[in-house]
């Protein structure tokens, strides 16, 4: 009898933690690109210097 309510729990739970991890996940990348752009930006500076 109590199987129910654990099923739907833990269902909705790993739903949440889904939707949490796809959103670190966005963190992540936004973090990448924007290390990605200050690293051309520092390689374009590095450049003209010479």
Same mark, same amino acid.
């Given at each position: !009898?109590?199987?129910?309510?654990?099923?739907?729990?833990?269902?909705?739970?790993?739903?949440?933690?889904?939707?949490?991890?796809?959103?670190?996940?966005?963190?992540? !990348?936004?973090?990448?690109?924007? !290390?990605?752009?200050?690293?051309?930006?520092?390689?374009?500076?590095?450049?003209?210097?010479?």
């Amino acid at each position: !009898m109590t199987s129910a309510p654990v099923a739907s729990s833990s269902a909705s739970t790993s739903a949440a933690s889904a939707k949490s991890e796809s959103s670190e996940l966005a963190d992540l !990348m936004a973090q990448v690109k924007s !290390m990605r752009e200050e690293l051309e930006h520092y390689r374009a500076l590095k450049e003209e210097s010479f």
